[in-house]
């Protein structure tokens, strides 16, 4: 893939609306601070397109030479990438370089794995006798069995650690997941619980959420059934939810259950 690194105005530069991160005014305001007392230190990524080109890496450095109100910004310009492997090279700069929050990993690595999967259809299974064919990208010669540990190698990770945020980006609605960052339910063990609910209820979960109602899927997924058995699950925040979710019905009223209800939603809510 042929690039070269060059100058390009900032109004020749088009931002897709449907980035996988969105923009945090507070990123932008350290990288602002940052240019202006250093410079620009890296170029950002852009592709070329019919009329001018368009953001692969780089948002918020771009928009922050956009706040410092200079008319143009160092870009590597990639000539042949296409706009899934653009999305793909978005996905792993955010995974190595941004500070995620555990929503937004489950996000980018659902979408990465199915990304990769799409880019590389050697690697399913089924699929040439089950024999990849051999490439010089590291990740090219992986079935989706070892995506976890090929990836994890990828963004620099634990398999496991990638493993998870697979799992709950797959198994929560698409549409709830893009609702989540930054709300109550955007830790570890919200997404677990939420993981386990039906679709519309994560939905409905995560648009509460969003609108700042404090909600805990925790609590909503043990209500569902409070009689189940502990050997049933096994975790120690779903059993600890079910004793919360039996305590609020047994005394809703009750001024002290309540205290100690949210007390121990808190201690759930921990990333």
């Not at 870009?75 to 700069?93: P, S, Y």
Request: proline letters at 6%.
């Amino acid at each position: 893939m042929k690039h070269q690194t060059k100058m390009i105005r900032l109004a020749d530069i088009t931002v897709p609306p449907d980035r996988m991160r969105q923009l945090r005014p507070e990123k932008v305001d350290e990288f602002a601070e940052s240019i202006a007392a250093r410079g620009q230190l890296q170029p950002i990524i852009i592709r070329p397109q019919d009329s001018g080109y368009v953001l692969v890496v780089g948002s918020h450095r771009l928009e922050a030479v956009r706040k410092l109100g200079d008319e143009a910004i160092e870009c590597r310009v990639l000539d042949g990438m296409d706009a899934d492997q653009a999305l793909l090279a978005e996905i792993d700069e955010n995974l190595v370089r941004a500070d995620l929050t555990p929503s937004e990993r489950a996000a980018h690595h659902a979408k990465r794995k199915q990304l990769y999967l799409k880019l590389h259809p050697e690697t399913e299974k089924g699929k040439a006798g089950g024999r990849p064919r051999k490439t010089s990208d590291k990740m090219s010669n992986v079935s989706p069995k070892g995506y976890a540990k090929a990836a994890a190698k990828k963004v620099g990770k634990t398999s496991r650690t990638v493993a998870r945020d697979v799992s709950r980006g797959e198994k929560i609605d698409p549409q709830a997941l893009a609702d989540l960052a930054g709300t109550c339910l955007d830790n570890g063990t919200e997404l677990d619980a939420l993981a386990k609910l039906p679709a519309a209820e994560q939905r409905s979960l995560a648009e509460a959420a969003k609108r700042g109602e404090k909600v805990s899927a925790i609590t909503a997924h043990s209500a569902r059934d409070p009689e189940e058995p502990k050997t049933s699950d096994g975790t120690e925040e779903i059993e600890l939810g079910k004793v919360i979710a039996r305590l609020r019905r047994a005394q809703p009223h009750n001024t002290d259950t309540i205290r100690v209800c949210d007390a121990l939603e808190r201690r759930l809510k921990r990333p």
